[in-house]
């Protein structure tokens, strides 16, 4: 997703803006006269890790069906500002009690009345202990929220059919700016009667619907078409989505190619060097919203207490970012000084303790030492990752600088798909360390810092736990000016640059490809097509 090559000092999302693709071929607006409204767009993506249901759809393959076929109250338009989409006002006096009053006489795709329960339960359900979802964190800052016990919501409550109240247990003054995540959609009360079948073949309420019962074809594809219900600002200028979970990048660049794809969102690592005059002005290349790194769970030998510390110190020193961001991806990566984002406001690459992020040989060396005199180095390090995702690339580059500069044995382990992968994970039978990295759900330094990093938060994989790190969130997402927060966020990020609960890598641009029959394609702040603008004919 980038135009113009990622610098490596803070872009704001103003400054950025909306880059669509322009150029004889494929990025210009198509003539009214020659779209066919009714084309199908083909794209690409991965086997969703869950059942469809929005509270536990936390991964990028699942979250752009899910984003497609549902409508929050708002959304987020291509510079990250967000936009009242099912509410008609979010109000509040104090930060701390917002009344939302949702459009009246909405509905799901099947005509079942959306109402002011249609979120509620929703929320309710995501939020429920027993209810195992992984986007249960994102309700933590609602009255009767528990990681402890069964408890319901006790801060949200129905006042009619389109208004209901919610109820924080501290002042939130970007609440709002939160409602467009996946978390925050409603659902059918059908949903209820059977949450897993309903996760196969969901009825929605956004711009787009499932092409029938039998629309998600299992590590295929998934086929979604217009929903006539839809009554917001993403109305569809195409007939529907075609949505292929290629086994690698490859397989979908080769289809871009051949013209058998409208449009790729990530180019494979090894046509980096080929793929801009391969493509020509149907390139796609510019900043987004997206961090790699490796997570190394404490709970691995060697990694726990100050040996665990020493060594992760020590790896990062030994991964030399500048070179592989400059061989492997040919400048689309720009290393990493954060846990964030150049593109969001209050990003900074002179925080305190950011050398950590520096090719160190000599440094690096000297910490794995230390960590050997604490208990001796045993094994081998390796990289989990998944196959089909265009990783195998870093992951070498990266293991062979780690290997080089510390003289141990390192590897990647590919998993082949990345379902499989985030099932390892997440239900912590994985025994390494492992590709991670964060896509944002909404354009705030927060969204990037809790959901991964917090105690027992729902994307907190590597199981990191700090009392001084939370506190800072809290007080951070506590403030009324978001200069005052994002200083706290930033002190926030001083303790993970101490302790590397992950190691950050680079930031990505989004590096894609349009089809010389498609218009109008815009990628947003996130790195995600805008997909209902695409026309094509």
């Known amino acids: 997703m980038n135009i113009t090559k990622l610098g490596v000092t803070a872009i704001t999302l103003a400054a950025?803006?909306?880059?669509?693709?322009?150029?004889?071929?494929?990025?210009?607006?198509?003539?009214?006269?020659?779209?066919?409204?009714?084309?199908?767009?083909?794209?690409?993506g991965s086997e969703p890790q869950n059942p469809l249901i929005p509270t536990t759809t936390?991964?990028?393959?699942?979250?752009?069906?899910?984003?497609?076929?549902?409508?929050?109250?708002?959304?987020?338009?291509?510079?990250?500002?967000t936009v009242n989409d099912v509410a008609e006002a979010?109000?509040?006096?104090?930060?701390?009690?917002?009344?939302?009053?949702?459009?009246?006489?909405?509905?799901?795709?099947?005509?079942?009345?959306?109402?002011?329960?249609s979120f509620v339960d929703?929320?309710?359900?995501?939020?429920?202990?027993?209810?195992?979802?992984l986007g249960s964190s994102f309700f933590s800052d609602i009255a009767g929220y528990s990681v402890e016990t069964d408890s319901p919501?006790?801060?949200?409550?129905?006042?009619?059919?389109?208004?209901?109240?919610?109820?924080?247990?501290?002042?939130?003054?970007?609440?709002?700016?939160?409602?467009?995540?996946?978390?925050?959609?409603?659902?059918?009360?059908s949903a209820f009667a059977d949450m897993a079948a309903f996760g196969e073949s969901p009825i929605g309420n956004g711009p787009y619907m499932l092409d029938g019962p039998k629309a998600w074809k299992h590590n295929?594809?998934?086929?979604?078409?217009?929903?006539?219900?839809?009554?917001?600002?993403?109305?569809?200028?195409?007939?529907?989505?075609?949505?292929?979970?290629?086994?690698?990048?490859?397989?979908?660049?080769?289809?871009?190619?051949?013209?058998?794809?409208?449009?790729?969102?990530?180019i494979p690592d090894s046509a980096y060097g080929t793929y801009e005059s391969d493509l020509g002005d149907r390139v796609v290349n510019q900043p987004a919203a997206i961090l790699q790194a490796v997570t190394i769970p404490a709970r691995l030998p060697h990694f726990s207490g100050e040996e665990g510390t020493l060594r992760r110190r020590a790896l990062s020193m030994a991964i030399n970012r500048e070179e592989i961001t400059k061989i492997i991806f040919s400048g689309t990566r720009t290393p990493a000084s954060d846990f964030t984002s150049p593109v969001l406001d209050g990003w900074s690459d002179t925080l305190t303790g950011a050398d950590v992020l520096t090719f160190n040989a000599k440094q690096a060396k000297k910490l794995w030492a230390e960590a050997d005199a604490i208990s001796p180095w045993t094994g081998s390090f390796q990289i989990a990752y998944n196959a089909d995702g265009?990783?195998?690339?870093?992951?070498?580059?990266?293991?062979?600088s780690i290997k080089n500069t510390l003289g141990i044995d390192a590897s990647g382990a590919p998993t082949p798909t990345f379902a499989q992968a985030r099932t390892a994970i997440a239900d912590r039978s994985i025994q390494t360390a492992f590709r991670s990295g964060w896509q944002a759900d909404y354009p705030s330094l927060y969204n990037f810092l809790q959901p991964s990093y917090a105690t027992k938060a729902g994307s907190n994989d590597g199981e990191y736990s700090n009392p001084e790190f939370d506190a800072l969130l809290a007080r951070g997402s506590a403030e009324a000016d978001l200069t005052a927060a994002?200083?706290?966020?930033?002190?926030?990020?001083?303790?993970?640059?101490?302790?590397?609960?992950?190691?950050?890598?680079?930031?990505?641009?989004?590096?894609?490809?349009?089809?010389?029959?498609?218009?109008?394609?815009?990628?947003g702040w996130d790195s995600v097509p805008l997909f209902t603008e695409i026309t094509k004919g």
């Open 390 to 400: 265009g990783h195998q690339g870093w992951v070498d580059a990266a293991s062979n």
């Open 16 to 44: 950025i803006g909306a880059l669509t693709l322009s150029g004889c071929a494929g990025g210009g607006a198509a003539p009214a006269s020659k779209a066919n409204a009714d084309a199908i767009i083909s794209t690409n």
């Open 220 to 266: 295929e594809k998934i086929d979604l078409v217009v929903n006539p219900s839809y009554d917001g600002g993403r109305k569809p200028k195409n007939g529907g989505l075609s949505i292929t979970f290629y086994a690698n990048e490859g397989a979908a660049y080769s289809d871009l190619l051949a013209n058998n794809l409208d449009v790729l969102d990530s």
């Open 58 to 81: 936390t991964e990028t393959g699942g979250g752009k069906i899910v984003n497609s076929i549902f409508a929050g109250l708002v959304y987020y338009d291509a510079t990250g500002a």
């Open 153 to 189: 919501l006790t801060g949200l409550t129905v006042v009619d059919d389109t208004t209901f109240t919610v109820a924080l247990t501290a002042p939130l003054a970007d609440f709002p700016q939160r409602l467009g995540f996946a978390a925050f959609y409603p659902l059918p009360a």
């Open 122 to 133: 929703a929320w309710q359900y995501g939020a429920l202990l027993s209810n195992g979802q």
């Open 90 to 117: 979010i109000t509040t006096d104090d930060n701390t009690t917002y009344t939302i009053k949702i459009k009246p006489g909405l509905a799901f795709s099947d005509g079942q009345a959306l109402t002011s329960n």
């Open 486 to 523: 994002n200083s706290d966020f930033q002190k926030a990020q001083e303790i993970l640059l101490q302790d590397l609960p992950a190691i950050p890598l680079w930031y990505a641009n989004v590096t894609g490809g349009v089809g010389p029959d498609v218009h109008g394609v815009v990628f």
